[in-house]
């Protein structure tokens, strides 16, 4: 029997047999060019045919875009002050709309009609015996060469959302920071509160406590200004960051989260809801008139305030007058008309179904509305999300697939109290999932487990994974 061929024995080979006699030459073979083209389509789209590491993905992510893309989207959301209910608000919605669908994503735009709050008519002067009256124009100054000045005229007047309407005119009270334990030291000092103007400087808690807690130590008005020594540790806009002398911080008073008709439900077409008055009257509402002013406004007040001289820790920062205690003899003449309307918003939520695990979401969510222009609160956020979906449509198309279903959610009325009505989650072909505002105590009302919960309070993200 012959060996093998190739097979290289002769070191074995017996002398005495005789050898294998040679073979034929063979044919030469022809190459069929159809194998050869299924190995370079192989080699081509081996990635798509062969999963490749996470790590691949990763840092082909990071790759795709550029900030001018992000930049691009920063500009058109923020061309125009949008706060929520307005026409700028959804045109705003619009564009996270399209460039959402044009990701060939499944999106949809879902109305709700929530309560929200505007001004109508507000006025606030200051006397005090022996002077003439100033009137507050309470207006925010534009700076000399603001490209954006003749857009800041659809800017709503400086407000507080859900301020009570009415009329104050009586002596002022410094509280502060307007906590508790504030008006807890202005009774110990024997200041009494009851039926007076109390002007508080914001920091330390939230406007909607600065109010409350006025209303509750027995305050007709309330007054809240940005004190510099909180505000401006630095150079003042547009020479720095800080806030300008006559900047304001307008925002909401609502203590509750959700829309104010609806207290614990979403804001469904068709739902139940309380009457407006009867939603004002809840204690998470402010009950009592209130205005914000600027700090060179709140100074001035504090310039003509008497009593005893306030703790050191109450006092202002450098070049600030002496604050003392009041009552009076400053009084401040407040007016503050509000219009409380239930009014239109338009969350959008964009699905990207998942390949191993459809029923598992990863929630990414940034809402859309700002008080005023909002480039960092929230549109910094909006344009990072969409400058994430970009660049996720662009994985798909080289083959990547997420293991969970992810939701992209862009929701409107948030500043006016986390207004993130329902998440309908049937685009995903899922039973409905109300996650009632995407806050985890609601969800937990529905005994879904979060596993991991992040909020950005700077640019307004939520992610929440489920």
Not at 34 to 46: E, H, N, Q, T
Not at 220 to 248: E, H, L, Q, S
Not at 429 to 434: E, F, T
Request: one cysteine or more; charged letters at 20%; a negative charge.
């Amino acid at each position: 029997m012959p060996p093998p061929l190739g097979h290289d024995d002769s070191c074995l080979r017996a002398p005495l047999i005789p050898a294998t006699p040679p073979l034929p030459p063979r044919a030469t073979a022809r190459l069929h060019p159809l194998p050869l083209l299924v190995g370079a389509l192989f080699a081509a789209y081996y990635h798509l045919l062969v999963e490749p590491a996470p790590s691949y993905y990763q840092s082909l992510f990071l790759s795709l875009g550029s900030n001018d893309t992000a930049a691009a989207h920063l500009r058109a959301l923020t061309v125009r002050p949008h706060l929520a209910g307005t026409e700028a608000n959804a045109l705003a919605a619009d564009h996270v709309v399209s460039t959402l669908s044009s990701l060939s994503f499944p999106t949809r735009v879902t109305p709700y009609e929530v309560l929200l709050s505007y001004p109508v008519r507000r006025s606030l002067s200051l006397s005090a015996p022996g002077r003439d009256t100033t009137a507050f124009a309470l207006v925010q100054d534009t700076y000399p060469g603001d490209p954006y000045a003749a857009a800041s005229a659809e800017v709503v007047p400086t407000f507080l959302a859900y301020a009570a309407s009415g009329s104050a005119a009586t002596e002022v009270v410094y509280a502060n920071y307007g906590r508790t334990e504030d008006y807890a030291y202005l009774a110990s000092r024997g200041v009494n509160v009851t039926g007076k103007v109390a002007l508080a400087r914001y920091g330390k808690v939230y406007r909607g406590d600065i109010v409350k807690n006025a209303r509750d130590a027995g305050a007709a008005a309330a007054v809240i200004f940005t004190d510099p020594k909180d505000y401006t540790p630095g150079k003042a806009f547009p020479d720095g960051p800080w806030m300008p002398p006559t900047g304001v911080q307008v925002g909401s008073t609502f203590k509750g989260v959700g829309d104010p008709t609806t207290p614990m439900w979403a804001s469904s077409e068709g739902c139940e809801r309380v009457s407006v008055a009867e939603a004002m009257a809840t204690d998470d509402m402010p009950g009592i008139p209130a205005l914000p002013v600027s700090g060179r406004d709140g100074e001035e007040i504090l310039r003509l305030v008497g009593g005893d001289v306030a703790p050191e820790d109450w006092q202002g920062g450098e070049g600030a007058p002496v604050y003392h205690l009041g009552p009076g003899p400053a009084v401040l003449n407040l007016s503050y008309t509000g219009n409380e309307t239930l009014a239109t918003i338009q969350n959008v939520i964009s699905v990207i179904e998942g390949k191993e695990e459809p029923d598992r979401y990863v929630i990414l969510g940034n809402h859309r509305d700002a008080w005023t222009f909002g480039a960092a609160d929230p549109n910094s956020g909006t344009a990072a999300l969409l400058e994430l979906a970009e660049r996720l449509s662009k994985l798909q198309t080289k083959g990547w697939r997420p293991r969970r279903t992810i939701i992209l959610c862009n929701w409107d009325a948030e500043e006016y109290g986390l207004m993130l009505g329902c998440l309908d989650l049937d685009l995903t072909r899922q039973p409905l999932l109300n996650l009632m505002n995407c806050l985890s105590k609601r969800v937990k009302r529905f005994k879904i487990p979060i596993m991991e919960q992040k909020v950005c309070m700077t640019c307004g993200w939520l992610l929440m994974v489920l």
